[in-house]
T-cell receptor
Framework: EAGVAQSPRYKIIEKRQSVAFWCNPI?????LYWYQQILGQGPKLLIQ????????DSQLPKDRFSAERLKGVDSTLKIQPAKLEDSAVYLC?????????????FGPGTRLTVL | GNSVTQMEGPVTLSEEAFLTINCTYT??????LFWYVQYPGEGLQLLLK?????DKGSNKGFEATYRKETTSFHLEKGSVQVSDSAVYFC????????????FGKGTTLSVSS
């Protein structure tokens, strides 16, 4: 079974530029999560999708961050414009309702550096 | 609100030493508890879990018991190996299925031979 795929793995941009990350969850997993992991901290939820609907985006900085999951499979997370404090690893995870959501499977992450 | 507190690292041990990483939580209701591990250069992966009080999760020689009376889920291993060097995260989800994980800050373990 293929795992959660993310790209790119690394991205370096200057502040005020835009950036987008892509995630492909495990096949059949209806629930998809984006987490932000700042160096030295645990991951923090940005947004959660159930199929193509948003379940929780309460911690997403909506003035600069946006995310979509148009067909209920792949997802993109965008930052526009980026700030220095957005430097972090962005993790995508997925889980299955059929498996009771007892485990979230994580992708390798995208490491973003904002200069 | 819901939160997880785990012991500060780094933890440095010699091979075959006993490991304990403390984790306590604050949550309403009956959360599920998890330990995730992140090996160098790899993604987060589930190490073990417990979904109700007094459950013991175990995997790869690691164990943790869900203690509701002390709101704790401490990670233990009787004899660590160099290959156990990694960052360990304690986490919880609320008792509703399909809710996001709330993580502690992580504890770095370094094991030397």
């Amino acid at each position: 079974e293929a795992g959660v795929a993310q790209s790119p793995r690394y991205k370096i941009i200057e502040k005020r530029q835009s950036v987008a990350f892509w995630c492909n969850p495990i096949s059949g997993h209806a629930t998809l999560y984006w987490y932000q992991q700042i160096l030295g901290q645990g991951p923090k939820l940005l947004i959660q999708f159930q199929n193509n609907g948003v379940v929780d985006d309460s911690q997403l900085p909506k003035d600069r961050f946006s995310a979509e999951r148009l067909k209920g499979v792949d997802s993109t997370l965008k930052i526009q414009p980026a700030k220095l404090e957005d430097s972090a690893v962005y993790l995508c995870a997925s889980s299955s309702r059929l498996a009771g959501h007892n485990e979230q499977f994580f992708g390798p992450g995208t490491r973003l550096t904002v200069l | 609100g819901n939160s997880v507190t785990q012991m500060e690292g780094p933890v440095t041990l010699s091979e075959e030493a006993f490991l304990t990483i403390n984790c306590t939580y604050t949550a309403t209701g009956y959360p599920s508890l998890f330990w995730y591990v992140q090996y160098p250069g790899e993604g987060l992966q589930l190490l073990l879990k417990a979904t109700k009080a007094d459950d013991k999760g175990s995997n790869k020689g690691f164990e943790a018991t869900y203690r509701k009376e002390t709101t704790s889920f401490h990670l233990e291993k009787g004899s660590v190996q160099v290959s156990d060097s990694a960052v360990y995260f304690c986490a919880l989800t609320r008792n509703q299925a399909g809710t996001a994980l709330i993580f502690g800050k992580g504890t770095t373990l370094s094991v030397s031979s």
